[in-house]
């Protein structure tokens, strides 16, 4: 395996649960069909990046893992015991579990809704976080986490997400990247979170998604970004 390599892990609820925040404006066969769309362009985007060397898509949801797998992605099952603290449980499992299938190997885990994410971010982020620690990426928001990395290949995930996540990270020793990732910092909750992740140039799978079910804007146009 290369020196740097990555495994990547990605949790993803049932659809039936996706993107409550969302529901003033879209109806839940909606918001289920761009949950899968934004986890689409995601992970098309992880699995470009040279140093990853797999994604993990960690779902409790049958039609989640079934596009997980068309993706090229491999699946694990929500954890038994998950609802207790759900995307931790979830996340520091199948980290744990890709440990033993692969051995020591640096981690990431990563949003499932960053539709604006580029391959040059994420590669530039990897190449940025020291090594030996752990690192994240807080959200555009300022106080969430959108990727939480161990650049050291035995030390554990402890992934600690949910309100207020940034503080709880870095607390507990990880290093605030400062980098200039605008898709990577993009997770999508709200309606404005979606409408800036259009303007900034969502993926293919996000924008024929909203194309399709109306969403007000020019979301039929492809809008580049610069890393």
Do not use: Y
């Not at 995930?157 to 990732?181: C, E, I």
Request: net charge negative.
């Amino acid at each position: 395996m290369r020196p740097h390599a990555v495994h990547t892990v990605i949790a993803v609820k049932s659809l039936d649960q996706a993107k409550s925040r969302l529901a003033d404006r879209l109806r839940p066969e909606h918001r289920a069909r761009l949950v899968l769309a934004m986890l689409a362009d995601t992970v098309t985007a992880t699995a470009a990046v040279p140093d990853v060397v797999s994604v993990t898509v960690v779902t409790p949801d049958p039609a989640v893992a079934d596009l997980a797998r068309t993706l090229g992605a491999d699946v694990h099952p929500e954890p038994l015991g998950a609802d207790s603290d759900g995307l931790n449980t979830a996340l520091a499992t199948t980290a744990a579990a890709l440990r033993g299938a692969h051995g020591p190997s640096d981690l990431l885990a990563l949003q499932a809704d960053l539709p604006a994410l580029r391959p040059e971010e994420l590669s530039d982020m990897l190449a940025t976080a020291p090594r030996g620690v752990r690192s994240i990426v807080v959200d555009h928001a300022g106080s969430g986490t959108a990727a939480l990395l161990v650049r050291d290949p035995v030390a554990a995930l402890d992934p600690r997400f949910g309100p207020g996540s940034a503080l709880r990270h870095v607390a507990a020793g990880a290093v605030d990247l400062t980098g200039d990732w605008p898709g990577l910092r993009l997770d999508v909750d709200t309606a404005d979170d979606l409408d800036r992740a259009v303007a900034l140039g969502a993926g293919n799978a996000t924008r024929a998604v909203l194309h399709d079910i109306g969403w007000p804007g020019r979301v039929h146009e492809h809008v580049p970004h610069v890393c």
